[in-house]
């Protein structure tokens, strides 16, 4: 895989051709970004952007009197290659609060290794209806301490609009959910994206994780797609490159709240 090349395809492709995850949202492009503007629990923020010195103090500040017009907070999602080199600076100094760190990794589904299998007494529930996805939401919230709401009702939106662009998946031990993890795959592009890969923590270092990415990647392969991406973290990280996937660049998601 020449990394370069894949890292200006998911540019393309997933950041200035981003099209609108869900019911209710929009891309918009003005000046030099392109921004996901969305209602209710839908994502909002800045995808891509192509600034220089003179002009990225103004352009930031032109997204904060937008988004805070709308009443929303929103993100903007830095990654380690953009321009200008100091981007992250201007936006700490415009009022944005840095969220850890992530790796932007991709893989080519036909290099990975693919031969990880659930531990035994763990099986895999397909979330396509509200009681599955409430499981998801569950499971999201235990794993990470955070409230599952609006990813419940952002799964929902998805599956009632649009149900084959995203998958969801839960593992279970019995009846007890304890992990769950999702996948975006985007239209008309190679790209199938990884997202909310999380196990409860008394249920970690079994090798869950790692059968749901390879459960995904069999899905992604099957439908058509030629990558996976994922934004790791670093506990992430190293199971996914024992699986094949190579980190590209960072990423950061700036938060501004209004």
Do not use: C
Not at 122 to 133: F, S
Not at 242 to 247: K, N, Q, T
Request: charged share 25%.
């Amino acid at each position: 895989m020449d990394h370069a090349s894949v890292l200006a395809l998911h540019d393309r492709d997933l950041r200035e051709g981003a099209r609108p995850d869900g019911p209710g949202a929009r891309v918009e492009r003005v000046g030099g970004v392109v921004r996901h503007v969305a209602d209710g629990d839908g994502w909002n923020g800045v995808l891509w952007s192509d600034l220089d010195t003179a002009d990225a103090d103004a352009v930031i500040a032109e997204q904060i009197a937008y988004f805070t017009a709308l009443g929303r907070d929103f993100e903007w999602k830095l990654y380690g290659h953009d321009l200008p080199t100091d981007l992250g600076r201007r936006l700490a100094a415009a009022g944005f609060t840095p969220e850890p760190q992530e790796t932007l990794m991709v893989g080519e589904i036909t290099d990975l290794v693919l031969d990880a299998r659930l531990p035994d007494g763990i099986r895999l529930l397909a979330a396509t209806d509200p009681a599955g996805i409430d499981l998801v939401a569950d499971v999201h919230a235990k794993a990470f301490g955070t409230d599952g709401s609006r990813l419940r009702a952002r799964l929902l939106d998805q599956l009632a609009a649009d149900p084959d662009t995203v998958v969801a998946v839960v593992a279970l031990a019995g009846d007890e959910p304890v992990s769950a993890a999702r996948m975006e795959l985007v239209p008309s592009t190679p790209f199938a994206g990884l997202w909310g890969g999380g196990t409860v923590e008394a249920w970690r270092g079994r090798g869950i994780y790692r059968a749901l990415v390879a459960h995904r990647a069999r899905i992604a392969a099957d439908r058509g797609y030629r990558y996976l991406q994922v934004d790791a973290s670093d506990q992430s990280r190293p199971i996914l490159e024992r699986l094949g996937l190579a980190p590209l660049t960072t990423t950061t998601p700036y938060v501004y709240e209004p």
